[in-house]
Each structure stands twice: as C-alpha cells, then as structure tokens.
C-alpha cells in the first residue's frame, strides 16, 4: 500500500466516519447487540522495549520465516518475488528468484500483488522443499507452488516449479492475502483475501464456492491417511519430482483432511477452513499453545483480529462482508449470533491508523515480560501493540511506536519477533530495553 493511497484510504474513511456516526444517532444503522463477548480493554502491562536494526537495503520486504532446521537462519520474503537468507548478516545472493513470473509494483502490478508468503514444512532439514504463495504475472490469478533447494542450502531452484494450487483473482488488484503457515497438525494453512473491489462487491467471502475471502486447510505433504478424495479438486498434476538428484514419480497435488469442516457439503469447496475474511494479514499460531489468531484489514471504520482456540473444529464465519468488526457492515441490520466476532478491534479512522498488521504470540527468552502476549501492529501509524487473553477478558496494551511503515512480523527459531520496513528496507528485531 503506497503512502498517497493510505492517506486517500484515512481520508475516505473519516468521511465515512462522520456520516455513520449521524446516522448512528438517528438509529439508521446497527450495532452489534451488547451480549456479544467483550472486546479487548486497555491497562495491558507491558515492558519497555527497542528495535535493534539487523538487515538493510531490501526493496519491499513484507515476509519474514524460519525454517525450523536448527539452521539459526531466517529469510526475508521481498514484494516483488525473491527471497533472502539472513544468516548473521544478510547473504547477497536471492535464496529464491521468481520476478520473472510474478506480477508486483515492480513490473507495474497493484500494491498489494507479488509474492507473498513462505513457509517450511515440518522436518524441512531432511525434505529440502518449501511452499510460497504469489500472484502470477498478469495478476488474473493466485498460486500455490513448491519449491526445492540445491546442494547449497542457501539456494533454491527457480526452474523446477510444482505447482500446487491456482486460482483466479481477476476483478481488483488488491485483497490477495498470501499467508502460509503450517500448524500444530501438520496441515497448510492458507490465508486468501475477498479479492479486492470496496466492500467485496462480488459476495466471494460468503460465497462457499470460493476460495477468496478465506482460510484454506489443505494436505501437502500427504503422508497422512486421514483423508478423503475430493473431486472439486482441478490441481492433478503427474510430474517427475526431483530432489538432490533422486527421482520420485507421483502425484503432485494436495489432499483434504477429513475432518475439515465442509468437507462433505457439496455447496463448500473442501479446502475452506474458515470464512469471512477480507484480506487477512497476517495469521500465524501461537507454537506454544496452537492457539490462532487472524488479523484482518479492514474498511472504512475497524482492523480486527480473530481468534481460534487450539483444538477448534474449524468452520467459523468471521463475518465480512456482513460485519466489519463489531458492527454490522453498510447500512443493514445483521445476525451477528450466526458469526465469529474478533476479539479485538481498533479504529481504521483515526490517530493516523490505517491497516492492521498481524503479528506473533512472543514465546522468545530475551523479554520474559512480554511471554504469552500477542505483538501487532498498524501500517500507518507505526505503533506496535500487545494483547493478551487475562481471564474473562481480552486486554491491550501499546508496546511501541516506530516512524516507518510496518509491513510484517516474523519470528527465528528461538521465539524471538522481527518486523519489517516496507518503504525503508529494514529488517528489526524486538529486543528487551
């Protein structure tokens, strides 16, 4: 997201603001009821902390991962389709290069296209592939593909592409989502954005038949046999899969847990976890507990982030574009009893917020202060929060400010968190003051 449009972005939505609230007073538009969960509340105490600068000159980085080898590495995802090694100093050679197949700013794609996530499989050290999620060049459709590393482990090759997962994305430019994380069960977790246009004009986050406007759940590695055939799926591909010279003939797709939760409802593709969503970013699991959380961008008023307990059965509607945080969305009224509300939202509209960042539960050893608490942040305004589940109710708390325009969270190996300087080039880490 460029600066002129997020300034264009607050200016529409303090209009927006003005007008709701007179109608609002009129009683032309609803609220949501007040037996609904209590949102997140002030007073989180929280330590002091500082950022410790530790890569500089990436151009739009906006991803940052591990690889859970033991390695210490962690790699830096740039917009416009590489990916870095940062191995005590940043190696200079792109651990992956893909620009030439993803469409991004760079080559005069939208803001908010090009490659967009990465994850490492569990037991990465001994299968040596890993996944990325990018919109392919045109921008008319998102892709899921595999990717495997050479004999250097700080290199991949970008000639052998496995395919996984396409789907269009035709309409708008923006609302790509893009993350992936793999969780406690073994499973891709796929988040997908509405895909784009002001207020999802095409319904795909409601609609079951799409898989924008969701969180996806799907099996990669297919070395479990809890499964179930599905026959929506139009990703079967037959190749030759190589990997350090040792050739495996097979299936390169995916599969569908079986207890997914729409798994055997004709209306739903099978793959959908969760729905409702606008453009979720980011979401990641807390590896400590399995616990999720899902931060979704949104409109004209509220950022929210969802939450799903470890263990949850899946299948929750979080409500867009019926509901944008805690009130019903537009000029309507809305069932909010058949939704998922977030635990915790902050206003779009004000105090030079814009969009929400996702970030990580800290489980690091540098700030035992911060231990258990979830570490997000705001796009424009550059401050960084804490939130924390304490009882009966969720608290918050302002953890720091930056004067940069964050665009990402990550975490190493040991728990510790990193964030991101989309415009700047940076890469920080949070460290104890």
């Not at 330590?47 to 590495?73: C, F, K, N, T």
């Not at 969180?215 to 899969?241: A, C, T």
């Not at 995916?254 to 979720?280: C, Q, V």
């Not at 969270?409 to 990193?418: K, L, M, S, V």
Request: hydrophobic share 35%.
């Amino acid at each position: 997201m460029s600066r002129i449009s997020s300034l264009k972005k607050q200016f529409v939505r303090v209009l927006t603001f003005l007008i709701i609230s007179v109608l609002a007073g009129m009683g032309l538009i609803a609220l949501l009821p007040s037996h609904l969960p209590a949102f997140a509340q002030g007073s989180l105490n929280l330590p002091e902390i500082e950022l410790v600068q530790v890569a500089a000159g990436l151009e739009r980085p906006i991803g940052i991962a591990h690889a859970g080898d033991d390695s210490g590495r962690v790699f830096l995802v740039e917009q416009q389709g590489k990916i870095f090694v940062l191995d005590g100093q940043l190696v200079e050679t792109p651990f992956l290069d893909i620009s030439d197949r993803v469409e991004s700013p760079a080559v005069g794609g939208g803001n908010e296209e090009g490659l967009l996530g990465l994850a490492f499989p569990p037991g990465y050290a001994d299968k040596g592939y890993f996944y990325v999620y990018y919109t392919a060049r045109g921008g008319e459709q998102n892709v899921l593909s595999r990717f495997f590393i050479t004999q250097n482990p700080n290199l991949a090759d970008p000639d052998f592409e496995d395919q996984l997962l396409t789907f269009p994305h035709p309409q708008y430019q923006n609302h790509n989502g893009g993350q992936l994380a793999f969780g406690p069960d073994d499973y891709l977790y796929i988040g997908t954005g509405d895909g784009g246009g002001g207020g999802d004009p095409h319904g795909n986050s409601q609609d079951p038949a799409s898989l924008n406007g969701k969180l996806l759940r799907i099996d990669v590695e297919m070395d479990s046999i809890q499964y179930k055939p599905d026959p929506k799926i139009r990703n079967m591909i037959w190749d030759f899969n190589c990997l350090n010279g040792s050739g495996v003939v097979g299936i390169s797709t995916y599969l569908i847990p079986e207890d997914n939760p729409f798994i055997d409802n004709p209306e739903f593709r099978s793959e959908i976890w969760a729905l409702g969503l606008r453009n979720p970013w980011r979401f990641s699991f807390d590896h400590e507990t399995g616990d999720l959380f899902i931060a979704d961008v949104g409109q004209e008023r509220w950022e929210e982030i969802n939450y799903q307990p470890a263990g949850s059965a899946g299948g929750q509607n979080y409500g867009w574009n019926i509901m944008e945080g805690e009130e019903c969305y537009g000029f309507y009224t809305c069932a909010p009893e058949n939704l998922t509300p977030p635990v915790h939202v902050y206003q779009n509209f004000s105090s030079s917020n814009c969009s929400i960042i996702g970030g990580y539960v800290y489980r690091g050893q540098e700030i035992p202060a911060l231990e258990g608490t979830y570490v997000f942040g705001d796009f424009c305004s550059g401050r960084l929060w804490g939130l924390k589940n304490s009882g009966p109710v969720w608290q918050d708390g302002l953890l720091h400010k930056v004067d940069f325009m964050i665009s990402a969270f990550g975490e190493d190996e040991q728990g510790e968190i990193y964030l991101a300087d989309m415009i700047g080039g940076g890469m920080y880490k949070i460290t104890g003051k």
